[in-house]
Every structure is written in C-alpha cells, then in structure tokens.
C-alpha cells in the first residue's frame, strides 16, 4: 500500500471492505470478539448482497463484559454454537486484502483484529485504512475550524443524523458495517476526496 502514497489512485477505483465488531467489552487484554459484520462497496455502490455477518465462539474462557450486553445484547446461548474465531478470520483477512478497510474508530476495530490476527499466528495484511470517524474530524475543521477536535461529535448515529441518514438500531455488527459504509459516502463527496489518499 505504500505505492498509494507515491500515486494513489481514484477513491471510487478500489474496493472498501466495511467493518464492525462487536466485543465482549473494550479491553484489548481479555475481550473476545463476539460478532463481525462486513459489507464492500464496488465503485461507490454498496453491494449488500455480498455482506458477510457471523457470530464468534469467545474462546476457552473468555467473558462477556455485563455492561457490552446492554449494548449488543449477546448471551453465551447465542454464541456459543458460533464458529470460532480460527474459522472467522480467514473469512475477514480474504476481504481486506481486496483493498481498503473501512471502519468507525479504528482505535477498536483494527486493534481487536490485530491482536486476534496475532494470537491465531495470522499474518497481518497491513490494509490501507480508512476511518469515518477522523473524516468526521477533517470535515468539521473545515466547516468549524474554530471548534477543537475534541469536541466533534462521532458518535455513529448522531454523525448520520447530522447528515441526515435514516436512524438504524445500533450494536449490530452488519447494520453498523452498513451504517459505516453509507456514512463514508456522504463525507467523501462533502470532503470533495478525488483519490483514495485524500480519505486517509
């Protein structure tokens, strides 16, 4: 990918793979990974016909954060018959490596598949990565350049409203990929990015 940086090409000439996960909590040391929701989008279009969404089997002895259940609403009597995550990552590594990984904070998402990647002895791809939340960003100091980046809001649902994109029920993984996706292309086009550079 480091060829983009010397001549990137086209944003709508590449493949954007949508990600989100959803976890037995935020805490990189001892939380599993309970559901991946995946979407691409082909030449600016979203293909929901090809999305990919599953459950994961935590491993031996993982646990599930009582406050992560209020969001997501996974039990261990939905996850427990899933496939486990040695069977999943082949799955999300065969996509990314298509192009572009898309996701809402990458700080969460690249970093649980990270760390999992690594402990399965997986080698990590390296995708380029895009990040909707930082386009928040970038977008609000254009349009605020007086408001401190702290302060914007990017927050998933609340970002879609602002840009008035219908309310979907959250914490789901495939609908949050969808969201995320949908999301992208309404800050590209008012981020006036031409190349897949100009998104990073």
């Known amino acids: 990918m480091l060829r983009w940086f010397l001549h990137s090409p086209a944003w709508d000439s590449v493949v954007y793979w949508a ?4 976890t037995g ?5 001892k939380d599993p990974i309970l559901a991946v929701g995946m979407v691409p989008i082909r030449s600016g279009i979203i293909h929901l ?3 990919y969404r599953t459950l994961v089997r935590p491993p031996e002895g993982g646990v599930i954060d009582p406050r ?3 969001a997501h609403q996974l ?3 939905e996850v427990e018959a899933a496939p486990e995550l040695a069977e999943v990552l082949p799955q999300v590594d065969e996509r990314i490596r ?3 990984l898309l996701v809402h904070h990458r700080s969460i998402d690249v970093a649980f598949l990270r760390r999992d990647f690594r402990r399965l002895g997986r080698h990590w791809p390296s995708p380029w990565v895009v990040d909707t939340a930082n386009l928040l960003r970038r977008l609000s100091h254009f349009s605020r350049p007086d408001l401190s980046s702290d302060l914007v ?10 840009h008035g994109l219908p309310d979907y029920q959250e914490h789901d993984a495939l609908t949050d990929a969808v969201a995320t996706a949908e999301l992208f292309l ?11 550079r100009d998104l990073r």
Do not use: Y
């Open 19 to 22: 990600l989100d996960l959803e």
């Open 25 to 29: 909590g935020l805490d990189l040391k």
């Open 49 to 51: 016909g090809e999305a």
């Open 68 to 70: 992560s259940v209020r």
């Open 75 to 77: 039990l261990w009597g």
């Open 98 to 100: 298509q192009g572009v």
């Open 153 to 162: 809001t990017v927050n998933l649902a609340r970002a879609r409203r602002d």
């Open 186 to 196: 309404v800050l590209r086009k008012a981020l006036g990015a031409r190349t897949v």
